[in-house]
Antibody
Framework: QVQLHESGPGLVKPSQTLSLTCTVS??????????WSWIRQHPGKSLEWIGH???????DYNPSLKSRVFISGDASKNQFSLKLTSVTAADTAVYYC????????????WGQGTLVTVSS | DIVMTQSPDSLAVSLGERATINCKSS????????????LAWYQQKPGQPPKLLIY???TRESGVPDRFSGSGSGTDFTLTISSLQAEDVALYFC?????????FGQGTKVAIK
C-alpha cells in the first residue's frame, strides 16, 4: 500500500523560503512508472499543481510559480522535497504531495496534506 | 493554460436520486492518436485529500463504487452519481492532464436535499 506523508514547518515568515518534504512508503520513488508531484489548495479554493520530479531528477514546474520553485529527490530516503522562495500571504495553503501517473497524468495517491501559513 | 469550468458550483440531491456534475475544458483534451480523453475526477471530503474516482474520462479507479460514472469527450464531460448515498457528500473536482500545467476545475459541492 502506497503512503505519502508531508512534513515541514507550518508557519513561514514573508519573504522567506517554504520547505516541505514528502516521505513515500510502499513504492520506490525510483520506480520508472511514476512522477512525484506537489499540489496546493488555498483555503476554500481549488487545487493548483506546483510541479513534479522524475527519478532521473528531471522536473517540470507550473509556469506561474517556476521562478520560485525547486523540487528535489533523495532516493536513499525515498523522499522528495519542495522549496518555494520569497513567500507571501498568497502562498498560504494546504500543500499536498501526490503520486503522478506519468509525465502527463492523473494523481492516484495523495498525502494527507499540511497547512502552511505565511505570516510574520 | 487549459481552463476547466465546472457547473454547477453546488447542488443538493435527495438520497437515492441522481447527481450530475459538468466539466468543460477551454481546449480539446482528446488525444486522437489513442482516442483517450485526458480527464480525471476526484472526490474530496472535509479535512481529507482528494481521492481519485475516474481517469481517462470514464475509467473507474479500483474500489470506487459503480454508482460513480464518467462520460463525455473533447471539451465536455460529466460525472454522474446514479443513486446518491450519504457518504457521497463531498467536493468534486475535474482535472485535465492533456498538457502542462495540469489544471483543475473550481469544484462542485454535493449535499443532501
Amino acid at each position: 500500500q502506497v503512503q505519502l506523508h508531508e512534513s515541514g514547518p507550518g508557519l513561514v515568515k514573508p519573504s522567506q523560503t517554504l520547505s516541505l518534504t514528502c516521505t513515500v512508503s510502499g513504492v520506490s520513488i525510483t520506480s520508472g512508472h511514476y512522477y512525484w508531484s506537489w499540489i496546493r489548495q488555498h483555503p476554500g479554493k481549488s487545487l493548483e499543481w506546483i510541479g513534479h520530479i522524475y527519478y532521473t531528477g528531471g522536473t517540470d514546474y507550473n509556469p506561474s510559480l517556476k521562478s520560485r520553485v525547486f523540487i528535489s529527490g533523495d532516493a536513499s530516503k525515498n523522499q522528495f522535497s519542495l522549496k518555494l522562495t520569497s513567500v507571501t500571504a498568497a502562498d498560504t495553503a494546504v500543500y499536498y504531495c501526490a503520486r503522478d501517473y506519468g509525465r502527463l497524468g492523473y494523481f492516484d495517491d495523495w498525502g494527507q496534506g499540511t497547512l502552511v501559513t505565511v505570516s510574520s | 493554460d487549459i481552463v476547466m469550468t465546472q457547473s454547477p458550483d453546488s447542488l443538493a440531491v435527495s438520497l437515492g436520486e441522481r447527481a450530475t456534475i459538468n466539466c468543460k475544458s477551454s481546449q480539446n483534451i482528446l488525444y486522437r492518436s489513442n482516442n483517450k480523453n485526458f480527464l480525471a475526477w476526484y472526490q474530496q471530503k472535509p479535512g481529507q485529500p482528494p481521492k481519485l474516482l475516474i481517469y481517462w474520462a470514464s475509467t473507474r479507479e479500483s474500489g470506487v463504487p459503480d454508482r460513480f460514472s464518467g462520460s463525455g469527450s473533447g471539451t465536455d464531460f460529466t460525472l454522474t452519481i446514479s443513486s446518491l448515498q450519504a457518504e457521497d457528500v463531498a467536493l468534486y473536482f475535474c482535472q485535465q492532464y492533456y498538457t502542462t500545467p495540469r489544471t483543475f476545475g473550481q469544484g462542485t459541492k454535493v449535499a443532501i436535499k
